[in-house]
């Protein structure tokens, strides 16, 4: 697991047999809060890509901080 999972929140977009959830998590990991977002007709879906959208901030965030660390550094 890619930090902690804090908030986690499902909602319909949508109403009727093909209707839209949205899933929206706040993950917690290194001292940095990240929420993501994902929407699918399957819940396990949209919250599979809500989790995978806060993680891949998540690895954005640490890239630009190591690239903060070196450009200070030299």
């Given at each position: 697991?890619?930090?902690?999972?804090?908030?986690?929140?499902?909602?319909?977009?949508?109403?009727g047999?093909?209707?839209?959830?949205?899933?929206?998590?706040?993950?917690?990991?290194?001292?940095?809060?990240?929420t993501?977002?994902?929407?699918?007709?399957?819940?396990?879906?949209?919250?599979?890509?809500?989790?995978?959208?806060?993680?891949?901030?998540?690895?954005?965030?640490?890239?630009?901080?190591?690239?903060?660390?070196?450009?200070?550094?030299?």
């Open positions: 697991m890619f930090g902690k999972i804090g908030d986690f929140q499902v909602s319909s977009v949508t109403g047999s093909d209707a839209l959830g949205a899933v929206a998590i706040t993950v917690d990991s290194d001292g940095r809060k990240v993501g977002r994902g929407v699918a007709t399957d819940v396990v879906e949209a919250s599979a890509r809500a989790y995978l959208n806060a993680v891949n901030k998540l690895v954005r965030l640490r890239e630009r901080g190591e690239v903060r660390e070196k450009i200070e550094g030299v």
